[in-house]
């Protein structure tokens, strides 16, 4: 992740992704470099507006149960309708979990 990290802070930055610009951030930020995954990840980047891939990235729902059938016309609405339910009763497990383990201990507790 931190290849793709430093191609990041490269394009936000305004300076070109090559691999000479990629290998300086990987070490500034104290990344023992793989000239072959450099290589490989500027390749990959070529002909990508990484902009409009964040963008769009940014504009798909992380819950992808409902989302993925969005563009299923009727099938989506069914699904919505089934993911608002169990949203709704993940909700209120949640709350009658919380009631009973508000002296919970450590991270374990905030995952099950």
């Known amino acids: 992740m931190e290849y793709v990290y430093a191609a990041l802070i490269l394009n936000e930055a305004g300076e070109e992704i090559n691999e000479d610009n ?10 023992d470099v793989e000239e072959s995954r450099v290589k490989a990840l500027v390749a990959a980047l070529e002909d990508v507006d990484i902009d409009e891939a964040v963008d769009e990235a940014a504009a798909v729902p992380a819950a992808g149960g409902a989302a993925g ?10 699904e919505d ?32």
Request: no cysteine; net charge negative; proline share 0%.
């Open 22 to 31: 990629l290998t300086d951030v990987l070490d500034a930020a104290g990344v």
């Open 69 to 78: 059938g969005a563009a299923a016309g009727e099938a989506a609405d069914e």
């Open 81 to 112: 309708e089934e993911a608002a339910e169990e949203e709704e009763a993940a909700e209120e497990d949640e709350d009658d979990d919380e009631d009973e383990d508000a002296g919970g201990e450590g991270l374990g507790e905030l995952f099950g």
